[in-house]
Structures are given as C-alpha cells and as structure tokens.
C-alpha cells in the first residue's frame, strides 16, 4: 500500500510535508479570498418614476410598453414590477445563471430605449433607469441622531450628500440604496377654488413652473466677429433654476390685459418637505422609550466578501458626525420661517 511506503521512510515523507507547507504559505498570498459558484441568477432593474400618478396608469401607461419591449430578451427566466401609488415604477428582469450581467444590461437598455417613444412625456423627462443589481445586501447602515436635534428627513438628506457617493465608490459595492424619508423639495398645494376664479388649471401651474426654472445660456457680449478695437469680451451669467422657496413666490403665472399679475401665492401655498410622503422612516422597536430618527442604507455588493474593504475605505468616523451643509442649512432655515 502507498501509505506503507511512506511509513518506512520517514526521511521522504517529512520532506514532502514540508515541501507541500512551502507551497501553501507562497500561493495564500495570490489565491482569493473565497471563490464560490453564483447559485443565485443575475438580475436587472429597470426603474422611473411618473409624478402625480397612480398605481393603474403607471401599468397602462408606462408598465405596459417597457414589458411589451423587454418580454423576450435573450437568456431571460422571468420578470417581475412593481407600480406604487406615489408614481415609483420598478422592473427585476432576472437571468440564468451563468449569463454575463453586463451584456444582460445591455440588452434590456436596447429594448427600454425602443419603448421611450411610447411612454409619458414626465418620465420621458424624468427619465429610465436600467441598471445590475445582486440579490445579496452587504449590509444596513443606520443613522440616528440621539439628542432629536435632526429628524429623518435630515438624515435621509445628509446620506444622500455626503454618504452616498463614497459608499458606492467602495471596491465591490453595486448600489447603494438610501430608505428613509426623500429628499428635501419644495412642495405646491393648489388651492381649486382659487384657480377658478382666475380662470387657471393645474397645468398653468405646472407650465410657469417649468418656464422660469431652468438653466439658460445667455451668450457672450463682445464676442466675434467684433470690430477693431474692442477690449473685453464677457460672458452673460442669468439666474438659473429657483432653489429657495421664495424664490417660487415670485413665479408668474398669469397675466390679465389691464396689467393683472397672479403669482403662485395667489393660487397655491408652497412649503419644504419631503419629496414623497408616502415613504417614512419607521425605528425598530427599541429600550428606549425616546424616540431616535432613523434612515438606513443598503449596500448591495458585486461581489463576495467586501466588508473588509467597506470599513477600511470608509470616512472616518462618518457615522456619527453631523456635519451641516450649505443646501441642508438653506432648507431648514426656509422651513423654521414657514411654521412661524
């Protein structure tokens, strides 16, 4: 027998130990740190949003194209979408295993981009988001703010400026998805009995709001062709999009033949809030008996075993500083002067 072999001669068994020791300790500094087969099948998501519409039109009027489009695409197991009411549409095509997910990307932006002409003028602007996405979450990372001084929506906001973009640079990291309560917007409610009696709709509304929010370029004086002598050539800097809420006061929406103006406040009541309300940030049942705002962010990773990487890249000691920005300070301020 081979073992009896090695037994007799003891000499050539501890050589070949230690020879296969040696071999070991030079290739654990090249193997990886773990090579698994994907037992789960690549997904693709295909997500928009249509503002101010509800969970039937988003099926008729813009589920229905994109799967019409995407129904077939090549390697393709199922699919799977979900319409909300807050006009949030999200699609998961998932693939067999073993399909490139890049080329699998590819495919499903070829066939969203042959159902853009079909679809709403919003989400046209708003815009289609076909992006890989893993099954597997690396891991939740949750803010809160123990002496109450920032809610959610702070938080949400401070995760999105400052966190966001630093968390998806990380080696391994797909996405990073942010829940909580939104973004900070500036929210319009419309009064219906002050619209008719100025004779105006909601999409008069709409259209002044688009019209005198948006970056212009207003050209250069002085440019060429100029005639001899001229020193100076300037370029015409114009206010662009509106970012503070009273500058949406000043919105004209209507004027009347004698010299009428109606502005927004004339019609509507603006305010600072969350972009969506239907999206709250809800803390775990805890010990406390104090309330903590929360907002948690999930990391989705492309590839195993990135935690390790995850903290030794990240800010430090970024979980529990608070710093405020320009844009977060602007906003409070705009919402302290709305509840006095």
């Known amino acids: 027998m081979i073992s009896l072999y090695f037994i007799e ?21 090249s193997l990886p740190v773990a090579q698994y087969p994907d037992v789960t099948p690549p997904t693709v998501q295909v997500s928009t949003r249509y503002p101010g519409a509800g969970a039937r039109t988003l099926v008729d009027t813009v589920a229905l194209p994109i799967e019409q489009q995407v129904n077939g695409v090549e390697n393709m197991i199922y699919m799977q979408s979900t319409s909300t009411s807050d006009g949030t549409y999200t699609l998961i095509v998932t693939f067999r295993i073993g399909t490139d997910l890049n080329f699998a990307q590819v495919l499903v932006q070829n066939r969203v981009s042959a159902a853009l002409s079909s679809l709403p003028d919003p989400v046209q602007k708003q815009g289609v988001t076909v992006q890989k996405q893993s099954t597997a979450i690396l891991s939740f990372v949750t803010l809160i703010s123990p002496d109450k001084r920032f809610d959610s929506l702070y938080l949400a906001n401070y995760a999105t400026i400052r966190l966001k973009d630093e968390l998806a640079r990380l080696p391994g990291v797909g996405n990073v998805a942010i829940f909580g309560a939104g973004q900070y917007s500036i929210r319009v409610w419309l009064d219906p009995e002050k619209l008719k009696a100025r004779g ?8 002044a709001l688009q019209q005198q929010s948006q970056q212009v370029a207003a050209g250069q ?65 805890s010990r406390s008996s104090r309330p903590r705002a929360r907002t948690r962010s999930t990391c989705r990773p492309s590839s195993p075993n990135v935690w390790r990487s995850f ?23 705009s919402r302290r002067s709305t509840r006095r």
């Open 221 to 285: 004086l002085g440019g060429p062709p100029i005639q001899q002598g001229q020193p100076f050539q300037y370029t015409v800097i114009v206010q662009g999009r509106l970012a503070e809420a009273e500058q949406f006061e000043n919105v004209i929406v209507k004027t009347g033949n004698a010299g009428e103006i109606t502005r927004v406040p004339s019609s509507a009541r603006r305010a600072t809030a969350r972009s969506s309300r239907s999206t709250t940030a809800r803390p775990p049942a």
């Open 311 to 333: 903290r030794a890249n990240s800010p430090p000691g970024w979980c529990s500083r608070f710093r405020s920005t320009q844009r977060s300070s602007s906003m409070r301020r």
């Open 200 to 207: 105006l709709t909601a999409q008069d509304v709409t259209q």
């Open 9 to 29: 001669r003891p000499v050539l068994a501890n050589v070949l130990a230690i020879l296969m020791i040696v071999i070991g300790g030079v290739a654990l500094f």
